[in-house]
């Protein structure tokens, strides 16, 4: 089993991208390839963490790298982890509306399972957004 962790930002120079449509394809397609994980993003950055099989996972990013809609990609781990920490496939969406509140009670949730180094990732992550 892997786990594979990247950061990478919309290409579109720091306007958010409408992002429905990445939600709806990975989806349908983490499903039917057997990946779970959990997406952050506030339109302009994403952080992805991606599990499954070897190749599963392999093959999902390749086609994540090569997607226009977002740059500079950068790996921040790749390695073999013993069991899934995350259940299914999820996106956290941070709107400009959403309480901070509400949204932290809801990455915590979706963080539950997570090792230490993929929860720290992410809340550092959203709060270095916040603060931005
Ligand atoms: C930040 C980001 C994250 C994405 N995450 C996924 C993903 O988890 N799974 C996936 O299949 N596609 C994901 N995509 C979309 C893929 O890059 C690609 O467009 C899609 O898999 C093609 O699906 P299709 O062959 O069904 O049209 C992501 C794209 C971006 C920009």
Excluded: C
Excluded at 34 to 58: I, K, P, S
């Amino acid at each position: 089993m892997r786990q594979l962790l990247y950061i990478s930002s919309s290409a579109t120079r720091g306007q958010p991208i409408d992002v429905a449509p990445i939600m709806a394809q990975s989806v349908r397609n983490n499903r039917r390839d057997r990946v779970t994980g959990l997406l952050y993003t506030d339109g302009v950055r994403f952080l992805q963490v991606l599990e499954g099989e070897d190749a599963d996972v392999q093959r999902v990013f390749d086609r994540i790298r090569a997607d226009p809609r977002h740059v500079a990609i950068v790996v921040l781990h790749n390695r073999a982890v013993e069991a899934r920490q995350f259940g299914d496939w999820a996106m956290a969406k941070r709107g400009a509306n959403d309480s901070a509140d509400a949204f932290d009670a809801r990455m915590a949730t979706m963080l539950d399972g997570a090792s230490d180094a993929v929860r720290g990732t992410f809340l550092g992550l959203v709060a270095a957004r916040r603060a931005a």
